[in-house]
């Protein structure tokens, strides 16, 4: 009987020792200002990562998707919330990244939902991208993932920034300039409804400016990041469904995170979906997950994915 309970013994501390093994660091998650999704969704993952595996993760305010991939770079974080289109950026070393150069220190965890590009307004007459000229529009910060997304988008319809009035605002001090008349229209890249929005949507009437198949089709056509979207019409109370783009959003890790710390990032989200208290989970799927092709995924990402019989590339 002593043998018996010493070798049961034994297994526990062995199998504790293992589990103990699979994961356990403390990871800073780099999300975006506290009027964006990603903040309000990335605390939400952080608290469920962290009560379901041994990882703890704790989401802070981000710079956007280009601030955050530099403070990762700087290892003053370890895992990020960014745009698809971004990241592809740093990684090859163009657009926002031309002069800085590539970053190559990163890879993709999981792609989670789109990013509506939202063009806001309180304007009514303001109906097509091509009634922006001459308006004074917020276009994002100043070198931002949402700067680049409205170059993008007004170039597709031959418009520059020398056709508007630019400012470069976050999207708080965005819909609260469009409340206080200081602008006409705003470029707010995120996922609909985002909280900025949904602020001011509750005490005025909101206008999302559509794009046209036309135009969204030559947009793609220059850059393939994009993908045509819907807004639904209860995400700001508006008359119907509002047509335009959006990227992917991706959480991303640093390349030096431990395979079984990222394991349980992706473990602690796909496992337990049902149990986000946040409403972005009904748009989160394996299939989406794993559907990145510009960045290569990490190898904990890859072992998740594996054993759901995915396989996704890695570096």
């Known amino acids: 009987m002593k043998k018996k309970l010493a070798f049961a013994l034994a297994l526990v501390m062995i199998l504790g020792s293992t589990l103990t093994a699979c994961g356990g660091k403390d990871l800073t998650f780099v999300t975006g200002g506290e009027s964006g999704t990603y903040y309000a969704f990335g605390g939400v993952l952080a608290g469920q990562i962290s009560d379901k595996t041994k990882t703890k993760v704790n989401a802070v305010v981000g710079a956007g998707s280009k601030g955050n991939i530099e403070n990762m770079d700087a290892n003053d974080a370890q895992l990020g919330f960014v745009q698809s289109d971004v990241m592809a950026y740093a990684y090859e070393g163009t657009n926002l990244f031309a002069e800085s150069g590539k970053i190559g220190s990163f890879s993709t965890v999981a792609a989670l939902y789109m990013e509506q590009v939202q063009i806001i307004t309180l304007d009514p007459n303001i109906k097509t991208v091509a009634d922006l000229a001459g308006k004074n529009v917020s276009v994002g910060e100043n070198g931002s993932g949402v700067y680049f997304n409205a170059i993008d988008?007004?170039?597709?319809?031959?418009?520059?920034?020398?056709?508007?009035?630019?400012?470069y605002q976050s999207f708080g001090d965005s819909t609260d300039a469009l409340q206080d008349g200081k602008i006409d229209a705003a470029f707010i890249v995120a996922g609909a409804p985002t909280t900025a929005v949904t602020g001011l949507a509750a005490s005025r009437s909101v206008y999302v400016v559509e794009l046209d198949d036309a135009h969204i089709e030559k947009l793609i056509a220059a850059s393939p990041y994009y993908s045509k979207n819907v807004i639904p019409k209860d995400a700001y109370n508006l008359a119907a469904d509002a047509t335009t783009v959006a990227v992917g959003a991706v959480i991303i890790a640093r390349d030096?995170?431990?395979?079984?710390?990222?394991?349980?990032?992706?473990?602690?989200?796909?496992?337990?979906?049902?149990?986000?208290?946040?409403d972005k989970k009904s748009e989160l799927s394996l299939e989406f997950a794993s559907s990145i092709t510009a960045v290569p995924y990490h190898p904990g990402a890859a072992k998740y994915f594996a054993e759901k019989g995915i396989t996704v590339p890695t570096k």
């Open 153 to 167: 988008v007004l170039t597709a319809y031959d418009l520059t920034l020398d056709d508007i009035n630019p400012t």
């Open 256 to 278: 030096d995170v431990s395979e079984d710390d990222v394991y349980n990032v992706c473990a602690g989200i796909f496992d337990s979906i049902d149990t986000l208290s946040h």
